[in-house]
């Protein structure tokens, strides 16, 4: 069964840039069929999709975050990662990395919910000087 495992800083200053990694282990990152996404939840707040990179590399991103946000991989280690440049408290949230069928695309992109594909268990990231 694949597992997802997110790692990176719980706390970021303002104006830097926030990168997290996710490991995949238990299945092919190249796998067809899935995207590979990050979503992240703010305090008091619902989720929200940040973008996703698909199993040949191209990436789409959630037009709020899209001048701020690219997401890169390594296959030879299983790993995708996400960069979020500029950024400030409001980007304070648990950051999720979740492997979704293509088929949930729109799903995720709009309504994201745990019970779509299969998630991490979350990292907090803190955007405090």
């Known amino acids: 069964q694949v597992q997802l495992q997110e790692s990176g800083p719980g706390l970021v200053k303002p104006s830097q840039t926030l990168s997290l990694t996710c490991t995949v282990s238990g299945g092919s990152f190249t796998t067809n069929s899935y995207y590979w996404n990050w979503i992240r939840q703010p305090p008091g707040k619902g989720l929200e999709w940040i973008g996703y990179?698909?199993?040949?590399?191209?990436?789409y991103y959630s037009p709020s975050l899209k001048s701020r946000t690219s997401i890169s991989r390594d296959t030879s280690k299983n790993q995708f990662t996400l960069h979020l440049t500029s950024v400030t408290p409001e980007d304070t949230a648990v950051y999720y990395c979740?492997?979704?069928?293509?088929?949930?695309?729109?799903?995720?992109?709009?309504?994201?919910?745990?019970?779509?594909?299969?998630w991490g268990q979350g990292t907090q990231v803190t955007v405090s000087s």
């Open positions: 990179i698909s199993n040949s590399g191209s990436t």
């Open positions: 979740a492997r979704v069928h293509i088929s949930q695309t729109a799903t995720i992109r709009s309504r994201p919910t745990k019970t779509t594909g299969y």
